[in-house]
């Protein structure tokens, strides 16, 4: 009994320690370069390895403005390149083989106006930590009329160059706030941006 009743403690610790190393590791803004410097293969050499200066050419010379190209090593915990109008990105892993998002992507996703600008960081932390560990993040967040928003992004596994977003409104009394590790709240209202034809609730990670 007393081993069983220590598993969610230790459990619990495992990812705490998860989430603080991946705090660290977290970037306000992702490394970044345009093709046209001189020190563009210099920067892509060192984000990808493997990346040969034949193959950065011919995909520079050849990619197009209007879609995202991704270079990925065979190792898929290793960090890989995004170009995307005539910039390259290097988006690096955690231990769990997922993207460490940039801070400054959620921008122009799911916006609270009136959040604190402390909280806001925090909450954006809080997303790029769990995206880091599973792939996909929840929140929620309380308005001052008791009601609150839920958000939800998940990465896209065959395309890791974006993610999708969502928000759920509930009313008062709907939800439990004990459901969710950390609860946020914000003086206003909640907005949504959506993106392309049709619409979706989409961010590209080297679009901004």
């Given at each position: 009994?007393?081993f069983?009743s220590?598993?969610?403690?230790f459990?619990?610790c495992v990812?705490?320690?998860?989430?603080?190393?991946y705090a660290?590791?977290?970037p306000?803004?992702?490394e970044?370069?345009?093709t046209s410097e001189?020190h563009?293969y210099?920067f892509?050499?060192?984000c990808?390895?493997s990346f040969?200066?034949?193959t950065f050419r011919?995909?520079?010379?050849q990619?197009n403005?209007?879609?995202?190209t991704?270079?990925r090593?065979p190792?898929k915990?290793q960090?890989y390149?995004i170009l995307?109008?005539?910039q390259?990105?290097?988006v690096?892993?955690?231990?769990?083989k997922?993207?460490l998002?940039?801070?400054?992507?959620?921008?122009?996703?799911?916006?609270?106006?009136?959040?604190a600008?402390?909280?806001?960081?925090?909450?954006r932390?809080?997303?790029?930590?769990?995206?880091?560990t599973n792939?996909?993040?929840?929140?929620?967040?309380?308005?001052e009329s008791g009601?609150a928003?839920?958000l939800?992004?998940?990465?896209n596994?065959e395309?890791?160059?974006?993610?999708?977003y969502?928000?759920?409104f509930v009313?008062?009394?709907?939800?439990?706030?004990s459901a969710?590790p950390r609860?946020?709240?914000?003086g206003?209202?909640?907005s949504i941006?959506?993106r392309g034809?049709?619409f979706?609730?989409v961010?590209h990670?080297?679009?901004?």
């Open positions: 009994m007393k069983a220590r598993k969610p403690v459990a619990a990812l705490l320690a998860s989430f603080m190393s660290q590791a977290i306000d803004v992702f970044t370069v345009q001189p563009a210099e892509a050499k060192q990808v390895p040969d200066e034949a011919n995909m520079v010379s990619s403005p209007r879609t995202n991704a270079v090593p190792d915990s960090a390149l995307s109008f005539g390259l990105v290097c690096r892993m955690s231990e769990r997922y993207p998002i940039a801070l400054d992507v959620f921008a122009q996703t799911i916006e609270f106006g009136q959040m600008k402390e909280d806001l960081l925090r909450l932390l809080d997303l790029a930590r769990q995206l880091a792939g996909f993040a929840t929140a929620l967040v309380l308005h009601n928003s839920q939800v992004y998940m990465l596994a395309r890791p160059t974006k993610f999708f969502h928000l759920n009313r008062k009394g709907e939800f439990a706030e969710f609860v946020y709240r914000t206003g209202d909640a941006i959506a034809m049709p979706e609730q961010k990670f080297a679009v901004r």
